[in-house]
């Protein structure tokens, strides 16, 4: 309970310092602007994980050309996969996420500002508006667009389905779809759990899979490949269905890495 006390008034404090931090960077605007977005999140991150006593293992990443882009799709179990993912990834990693985000005080500005995706999902035609503008984006500016497909976090570790949105955004786009394996972050903080445990994140980044030369007739064979590679990375059983929405609530430092310059 001490440590998860810590982590909440600790991450408060360095949120609001980063975020604001990136708001006047973007006051700023031109390379002070790039340069917060990229290193702030990051340093956030490391300093979360580091408080929260939790280690990280990261494997396959020298395999991968981080100057093109990509669109990376991973399994989700906890609040701590996105401070994981900012560490381990290289490259301009840039998050898909619902837009409720974009109206938390401070963070909310320094994460639109810093060109992060909100999707309504209550709004169809406006989710599909704002993957268009993703797609374009992705190829020009080389990002590593990053989505969570199962759309919420896993309660049991189970890879669920995925939503169609990346693969269809990868189809679009002719960009390879990223397959990346977390292991370890449902243990760290469980879904519907505010208590914090120490412990050690994995990620294993598996090779791009091509989607070049695709139509919208494989998107759902595209998705389907997509997941097994994502289970096979975090050993993870996969589960034919969504969720069950009452299944969470049955239940209740420093970092290292591997294959990483």
């Known amino acids: 309970m001490i440590r998860s006390v810590w982590v909440l008034l600790a991450g408060a404090a360095m949120t609001a310092y980063f975020a604001t931090l990136v708001v006047i960077g973007g006051w700023i605007g031109g390379r002070v602007s790039e340069h917060v977005c990229e290193q702030c999140p990051r340093r956030w991150s490391r300093l ?3 408080c929260a006593g939790v280690r990280l293992r990261v494997s396959g990443v020298d395999a991968v050309d981080w100057s093109k882009p990509a669109i990376l799709v991973a399994n989700h ?34 994460w639109r500002g810093c060109d992060h995706m909100p999707i309504d999902r209550s709004d169809r035609r406006r989710a599909i508006a704002s993957l ?15 989505i969570f497909p199962e759309g919420t976090r896993s309660p049991d570790g189970r890879i669920y389905s995925f939503k169609k949105g ?22 760290v903080m469980p879904k519907g759990s505010f208590r914090v445990r120490g412990g050690e994140i994995r990620i294993r980044i598996g090779r791009p899979i091509e989607a070049g030369g695709l139509d919208h007739v494989n998107r759902d064979a595209l998705a389907e490949e997509s997941r097994r590679a994502v289970a096979a990375l975090a050993g993870a059983a996969m589960a034919g269905h969504e969720p069950d ?10 970092t290292t890495t591997e294959g990483r310059a």
């Not at 401070?83 to 320094?110: S, T």
């Not at 990346?166 to 243990?187: D, N, Q």
């Not at 929405?245 to 420093?254: E, F, M």
């Open 166 to 187: 990346a693969f269809v955004l990868a189809i679009r786009t002719g960009v390879a779809i990223l397959p990346v394996g977390i292991r370890g972050s449902g243990a």
């Open 132 to 146: 268009n503008r993703t797609g374009e984006k992705l190829r020009e500016e080389s990002l590593v667009v990053t």
């Open 77 to 110: 179990q906890s609040w701590f996969d996105v401070f994981a993912l900012l560490v381990a990834v290289p490259g301009k990693l840039r998050f898909v996420a619902k837009e409720e985000l974009g109206r938390i005080p401070i963070f909310g500005r320094a």
């Open 245 to 254: 929405a009452d299944v969470g609530s049955r239940r209740g430092s420093g």
């Open 48 to 50: 979360v994980l580091k």
